[in-house]
């Protein structure tokens, strides 16, 4: 089955700490992987896209990292803003589907002041 | 530069209603449309996916119907509402090819009473 799983389901840190959060699929057969950041009420904003080839990718602050062969994604937030308290899902697009996005639950991270 | 827009951003309905959200694209021609329901904690559910003018695809059997009468412009309606199509509504474009980046509008909150 074709599933998109998150870790932690939320997380609470302080201002200027840094965190990884955990993406773990079981889509087949695997085209690429994104990270979105999502403000309440708000559409999804990509952060990056992963292809099967890469390995990190980095935006500014976050930087994502794929293992193609466990199936495995982490988005590393360095140095947090308060701005980064945000829902960040996961989505995975199926290759065999030109519209099969898989996407997680998402982590809702709440950073404090 | 591309824009997405939804409305109404917020929308009370009361159990057996109509309903008709609209979406339109500015700034892209042909893009592939898609509508999504978010509910709370769980992840996006692709509800529909357009690849052109009256060509509509259906993920998951509702009573929700989707409509593109123009190239931008992509519609989700239902005859009657019921307490379970409460939730996020998200409308999203992209690019033909499906490998690219969904860009997502601001989307609707709708509640059922």
């Known amino acids: 089955k074709n599933q998109v799983e998150q870790s932690p389901q939320s997380l609470i840190i302080l201002e200027g700490k840094n965190c990884t959060l955990q993406c773990n699929y079981t889509v087949s057969p695997f085209s690429n992987l994104r990270w979105y950041k999502q403000d309440t009420g708000r559409g999804p904003v990509s952060l990056t896209i992963?292809?099967?080839?890469?390995n990190t990718k980095s935006n500014g602050r976050y930087t994502a990292t794929l293992d193609a062969d466990t199936k495995q994604s982490s988005l590393h937030i360095t140095a947090s803003q308060l701005s980064d308290s945000a829902s960040y899902i996961c989505?995975?697009?199926?290759?065999?589907?030109?519209?099969?996005?898989?996407f997680g639950t998402g982590t809702r991270l709440k950073v404090l002041a | 530069s591309q824009t997405i827009h939804q409305w109404p951003a917020t929308l009370v309905q009361p159990v057996g209603s109509p309903l008709s959200l609209e979406c339109t694209v500015e700034?892209?021609?042909?893009?592939?449309l898609y509508w999504y329901r978010q509910a709370a904690g769980r992840g996006l559910q692709l509800l529909f996916y357009?690849?052109?003018?009256?060509?509509i695809s259906s993920e998951v059997p509702q009573n929700l119907s989707a409509s593109r009468p123009q190239d931008r412009q992509f519609i989700l309606s239902s005859k009657k509402l019921l307490l379970s199509d409460s939730g996020f509504y998200l409308c999203?474009?992209?690019?033909?090819?499906?490998?690219?980046?969904?860009?997502f509008g601001p989307g609707t909150r709708l509640t059922v009473t």
């Open positions: 992963m292809t099967f080839s890469e």
């Open positions: 700034g892209t021609s042909n893009p592939n």
């Open positions: 357009s690849v052109g003018i009256g060509q």
């Open positions: 999203a474009w992209s690019v033909k090819g499906g490998g690219y980046e969904q860009y």
């Open positions: 989505v995975v697009r199926k290759g065999s589907g030109t519209y099969k996005y898989i």
